[in-house]
């Protein structure tokens, strides 16, 4: 298993490799994607290390409520009354690339569906 100094989300956490922090709190720090699909385009990420949706359980409810708090605050704040979108790519299926649980905040502009 991917954590600490081998996952590129814990250094970011860590402060090891840099990023555009956007909001951060006990449980939580949220960037701004090095590669954004929109407008605004910001990763919501546990400082806790857990490789995917998929592998958390009933004990990360709290954590997981927390990070759709902080997605609604993060919304407000970057002015998306219009909308946006949230998406939690798990496992190969799902386009994960990045081997630590992460929620994109997508939006800025109209976004499509069905996604590809
Ligand atoms: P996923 O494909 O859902 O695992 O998303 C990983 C996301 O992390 C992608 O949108 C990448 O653009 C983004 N990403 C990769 N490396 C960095 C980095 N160093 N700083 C900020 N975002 C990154
Ligand atoms: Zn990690």
Same mark, same amino acid.
């Given at each position: 298993?991917?954590?600490?100094?081998?996952?590129?989300?814990?250094?970011?956490?860590?402060?090891?490799?840099?990023?555009?922090?956007?909001?951060?709190?006990? %449980?939580?720090?949220?960037? /701004?994607?090095?590669? *954004? /699909?929109? *407008?605004?385009? !910001? %990763? !919501?990420?546990?400082?806790?290390?857990?490789?995917?949706?998929?592998?958390?359980?009933?004990?990360?409810?709290?954590?997981? =409520?927390? %990070?759709?708090?902080?997605?609604?605050?993060? =919304?407000?704040? /970057?002015?998306?009354?219009?909308?946006?979108?949230?998406?939690?790519?798990?496992?190969?299926?799902?386009?994960?690339?990045?081997?630590?649980?992460?929620?994109?905040?997508?939006?800025?502009?109209?976004?499509?569906?069905?996604?590809?």
């Amino acid at each position: 298993m991917l954590d600490g100094m081998d996952c590129l989300f814990c250094r970011i956490v860590a402060g090891t490799i840099p990023a555009k922090k956007v909001f951060e709190d006990e %449980l939580t720090v949220a960037i /701004q994607d090095i590669n *954004p /699909q929109a *407008p605004v385009h !910001v %990763l !919501v990420i546990p400082k806790k290390h857990v490789a995917s949706l998929a592998e958390t359980d009933a004990g990360d409810k709290e954590l997981l =409520g927390h %990070l759709l708090e902080a997605v609604r605050e993060l =919304g407000a704040e /970057q002015k998306l009354g219009k909308g946006y979108r949230v998406v939690i790519n798990t496992g190969p299926d799902g386009g994960q690339t990045v081997e630590h649980l992460h929620l994109h905040l997508i939006g800025g502009r109209a976004m499509h569906w069905p996604p590809g």
